[in-house]
């Protein structure tokens, strides 16, 4: 075993950092989380010694008195999840390539918790694509996603989670989007079309569209399902009538709705949505006061952020005016439409804001700020050099003491406590004596109870790892070998033992938006800890051009921005386990009992690369808990034997734990609109590269005009029997959908066909005194059977039904099957000539021991399951010109992707290499290195050369 999986034990260490008894922790969990205590360790490494602010005359020192006092927020247990991409934009024919990083929310060191990391990629329709599970070491792992023409045009959600993460909620969760074209620039006709609203008499109104199912799945035949979403709100209709193949779409809409969602099912299950903008050029523009609230008297900084109707920020100017219609404020946002104003708000008046240039209404259109209240406090925080300074403004008589807590990532770094003079508090901290990222300013009265909050991002580039990219070769031209050499140092220029990946591409792989892209310090420091989408998160770290610092405070004052809720708990409970690496797990009790099981003795038993066997005895719960190999093939085949106390094979109920992904949220506000023009430039240069290559491998007589691509599955030695002897099945029904549709009342194969599957068979009892179960295919004449290719004798029929479902590999139905009248005379060699038919179909089951009816009978005590293990590996290749057979001047090297290396360690020195050959593509080519420490320190690195002819 790689760790120490003792069930159920409480973890006592914990008591040093929480201050919680064992009383005051709950677990919920089905086994242990192993590793937990090295997270404790480390968090308190982290943070030293508690850390107090004096200040004169109005501060004072408060004692801490525990440990446990540091941890302020649940989300310090959490990991952080990233993915580093490629690109954001892909044709079906490249792949999705990723790095995956995962460390501690608090500290930032690659984490311990999670061996393995669920990755998914998620269609417009809202369905998963593919999943992978990504082996992670030290926090780190790779992998991709290769496209195809199965994936249609449309914006795909990419997210990543652990196990750990899902006991934080879906702030935890990684997701990102990218836009997938089709790579023949052919787009198949929308099936969801004249979608749009009408208006049927004055403030009511009528959604319609036009849904063909048939472009999507040429076997709908029938009744069309379709979810309707409107504002969030969802509905199901049925679709019962279609008219030349289109099916109508009619419904009434609320009046001011915004947004409506078209999401079609067929009756196999494939789906295609579409969103469309009810009010189109409609604006959002939102105001936050700092610290939460407007106050009378007190002068306040005021965020605010536009958005347009697809949620992007938008640039917008105008004016503040209060209730008599005075013009209080002008206000002009920065590119992403946020910006900040001041206001001396009064208690007796509202205010509202109109904008310059109308958009989404008329110039009158009044934007609300937010109420004033009459009494109260703020709490401002700003930059001045290295401070970092507070204020705390009341208008009201304050005697009791106010207390500033001061956090980031959850973990505590000064408490303050502090009395107003004067209706006013004003200090200051040193920014270095906090680290760099989001810092959280609390003010709370006595009894501790959050008052106004802040959020404030401290910006500290010299304390990032310092990266240094040198190129061997000043001047490189096409096709030249590129040898790199990266360096890692800490801020003193000492070496430093760090994890990097090396992306470089052509600029046409990214186009000219790579500089404001998300990266690995734009994850950790800023995007990680804020709600919602942080729209160009690169453009607040790139190098070249760093964000003016009121810019990223405005971020803080806007999309950071809240109102702190008093009825809201920290939680101390942690429902899902940690995953170390792929496991089985469950409990076993009786067949006949839900009474657990002790002692039960377990054999496990897999059937992957590299077979095992392992026993084990449920504990006192009838709990088991089983390692999985390092299987890299997503799914493992495996059998668990049981056995009584004796050691004698018995049967019992086992029962494995179900792991299930979190809720999806896919955002809809993607499918609105045209493409913009970026993405249409990256899209059409791709295509360009396509058709070129195309071109050279057809000149070159690589493929035929009008080729066809034929696929065939693999076939067993059985199937391969079968289908020689009887020919193509015209249905497949796996052996997975027969066991999710077996119900606890299901008695064998047939009753779960029966039920299940009546369009294909018909199940029919035959004989005499109740007789048997007995198939037949929907019309396919006379119907047999063949178990494993073994044709099934006629007096053995009746043992057909009783099949256990979860021996069965797959049913396949064979309609007027070849050779029938051989098989007839086989399954009744007593049969008279004149009475065997010329045609018939066949029902061919294939079971996991592949040795006919009798071998399919259950064993006593053995369950088969399949259960997910790590997806296999995926090499990134690029040609190498080493010789003259490998470098063709003739065919084009049209890669835009140039080399990625997503898992490079640096050695003693702190040096890496890395050595690739450039394409036939000129112009900027850049290199992206990112690089993290087992101690949580990061660092980012950009360099920009010119490959020429």
Not at 145 to 157: A, H, K
Not at 261 to 276: A, D, L, W, Y
Request: charged content about 20%; aromatic content about 8%; hydrophobic content about 35%.
């Amino acid at each position: 075993m790689r760790g120490s999986h003792r069930f159920y034990e409480r973890i006592n260490s914990m008591r040093g950092l929480t201050g919680c008894t064992n009383a005051q922790i709950s677990l919920s969990c089905k086994h242990p989380m192993i590793l937990i205590d090295r997270l404790v360790d480390r968090v308190r490494d982290s943070i030293g010694p508690a850390m107090l602010l004096g200040a004169a005359l109005v501060l004072a020192a408060l004692p801490v008195r525990a440990q446990s006092e540091h941890v302020v927020a649940h989300a310090a247990w959490a990991e952080k999840i990233y993915l580093q991409l490629d690109a954001d934009v892909y044709t079906t024919d490249q792949t999705i390539w990723f790095k995956a990083v995962v460390v501690e929310s608090a500290t930032h060191r690659p984490s311990a918790l999670s061996g393995v990391l669920h990755v998914e990629l998620i269609r417009p329709d809202e369905q998963v694509a593919e999943r992978k599970r990504i082996k992670l070491t030290d926090g780190i792992g790779s992998g991709g996603f290769v496209l195809g023409e199965q994936y249609v045009q449309g914006s795909y959600l990419l997210r990543a989670y652990t196990e750990w993460n899902k006991n934080f909620g879906g702030d935890f969760i990684f997701q990102r989007y990218v836009d997938v074209f089709p790579a023949t620039g052919k787009i198949r006709s929308n099936p969801i079309t004249a979608l749009h609203l009408r208006e049927q008499e004055a403030n009511s109104y009528q959604l319609h569209a036009q849904l063909n199912p048939q472009l999507i799945d040429k076997n709908h035949q029938k009744h069309l399902t379709v979810y309707l979403t409107v504002d969030g709100k969802r509905d199901t209709l049925v679709i019962k009538g279609a008219r030349n193949g289109y099916y109508p779409l009619e419904y009434a809409i609320p009046n001011g709705s915004a947004l409506a969602t078209v999401n079609m099912e067929t009756e196999n299950g494939i789906r295609h949505s579409k969103t469309i903008a009810l009010q189109d050029g409609s604006l959002d523009l939102q105001f936050f006061a700092e610290s939460g609230q407007l106050v009378h008297g007190i002068t306040t900084k005021v965020g605010f952020k536009a958005l347009d109707n697809r949620g992007n920020g938008t640039t917008v100017s105008g004016v503040v005016m209060d209730s008599k219609g005075r013009t209080v404020a002008p206000f002009k946002s920065n590119h992403l439409g946020m910006g900040i104003l001041a206001l001396t708000p009064d208690s007796t008046l509202s205010y509202y804001a109109v904008l310059d240039s109308p958009q989404g209404g008329s110039r009158l259109q009044r934007y609300p700020l937010p109420h004033v209240i009459g009494n109260g406090r703020v709490l401002s925080v700003a930059k001045s050099g290295d401070e970092i300074e507070l204020k705390i403004l009341s208008n009201c008589a304050e005697t009791d003491s106010l207390f500033i807590q001061v956090s980031c990532r959850g973990i505590m770094h000064y408490l303050i406590k502090a009395s107003m003079k004067n209706q006013r508090i004003a200090t200051s901290l040193p920014a270095e004596g906090l680290p760099e990222g989001i810092i959280s300013f609390t003010l709370m009265d006595r009894q501790m109870r959050p008052l106004a909050g802040r959020l404030f991002f401290n910006r500290r580039p010299e304390t990032r790892l310092q990266v240094d990219v040198s190129p061997a070769d000043s001047n490189p031209r096409k096709r030249s070998k590129a040898d790199l050499s990266i360096r890692v140092a800490d801020s003193n220029g000492d070496a430093v033992d760090a994890r990097v990946s090396v992306l470089v591409m052509h600029r046409d792989h990214v186009g000219n938006a790579w500089t404001a892209r998300q990266n690995l310090l734009t994850q950790l420091l800023l995007s990680s800890e804020l709600r919602g989408d942080v729209a160009d998160p690169g453009y607040y770290f790139h190098s070249a051009n760093a964000a003016p610092f009121d810019h990223l405070d405005v971020l803080m004052l806007t999309q950071g921005w809240r109102k702190y809720r008093y009825d809201t708990l920290l939680s101390d409970s942690f429902h899902f386990p940690n995953e170390p690496f792929p496991y089985i797990s469950g409990k076993v009790h009786g067949v006949l009992s839900s009474k657990a099981r002790a002692a039960i003795g377990l054999t496990l038993m897999t059937l992957g690369q590299r077979p095992s066997v392992t026993a084990q005895n449920t504990d006192s719960l009838g709990r088991f808990y089983f390692e999985l190999p390092d299987d890299y093939s997503d799914s493992l085949d495996v059998l668990i034997q049981s056995a009584n106390k004796a050691g004698k094979n018995r049967n019992y109920t086992i029962a494995l734990d179900e792991r299930k992904p979190p809720p999806l949220v896919y955002d809809q506000l993607r499918s609105i609109g045209s493409v913009d023009s970026v993405v249409s430039l990256l899209v059409q240069k791709k295509l360009e590269r396509a058709r070129r290559e195309y071109s050279y491998r057809l000149a070159t007589g690589e493929i035929m005009l009008d080729e066809v691509l034929v696929e065939r599955r693999v076939l067993s030695p059985q199937q391969q029997k079968v289908l020689d002897r009887y020919g193509e099945p015209d249905v497949i029904i796996s052996g997975k959908a027969i066991q999710d549709k077996e119900e606890k009342w299901s008695y064998g194969l047939y009753s779960v066909l029966l039920f299940n599957f009546p369009d294909d068979l018909r199940i029919e009892r035959v004989g005499d005194n109740g007789g048997y179960l007995r198939a037949r295919i929907m019309g396919g004449e006379t119907t047999l059977v063949v178990v494993d290719g073994i044709p099934v004798m006629n007096q053995n029929y009746e043992l057909i039904p009783s099949i256990p479902p979860s021996e069965v590999k797959s049913v396949e139905l064979i309609r007027f099957a070849k050779n029938f009248s051989a098989l007839y005379r086989e399954a009744y060699p007593e049969a008279h000539p004149l009475e065997i038919p010329a045609m018939g179909s066949v029902i061919a089951i294939y079971t996991h021991a592949g040795k006919g009816l009798f071998a399919a009978r259950k064993p006593t005590g053995l369950l088969q399951a399949t259960v997910p293990v790590y997806s296999p590996v995926i090499e990134f290749y690029a040609p190498r010109y080493e010789s003259p057979e490998d470098n063709d001047p003739e065919r084009p090297d049209l890669r835009t992707l140039i080399y990625w290396a997503p898992e490079l360690s640096t050695d003693a020195t702190g040096k890496a290499t890395a050595s690739y050959y450039h394409s036939d593509a000129s112009g900027e080519t850049i290199v992206v290195v990112e690089a993290i420490s087992p101690e949580g320190k990061i660092g980012y690195k950009e360099l920009v050369y010119q490959v020429t002819d």
